[in-house]
């Protein structure tokens, strides 16, 4: 597996006006893994 190095990444705190934008960010990347699988108990 080829890792790439990252440089400059910056962490910042999340606030409450980023809430929606993170739960459209993890809502597209799971729901090819719902569609495949179907775990309704796990997904929100």
Request: charged share 25%; proline share 4%; aromatic share 14%.
């Given at each position: 597996m080829n890792e790439k190095k990252l440089k400059n990444v910056k962490l910042?705190?999340?606030?409450?006006?980023?809430?929606?934008?993170?739960?459209?960010?993890?809502?597209?990347?799971?729901?090819?893994?719902?569609e495949k699988y179907g775990d309704d108990e796990t997904f929100v």
């Open positions: 910042i705190l999340a606030t409450v006006e980023d809430a929606m934008e993170i739960h459209r960010i993890k809502y597209e990347a799971f729901i090819p893994l719902y």
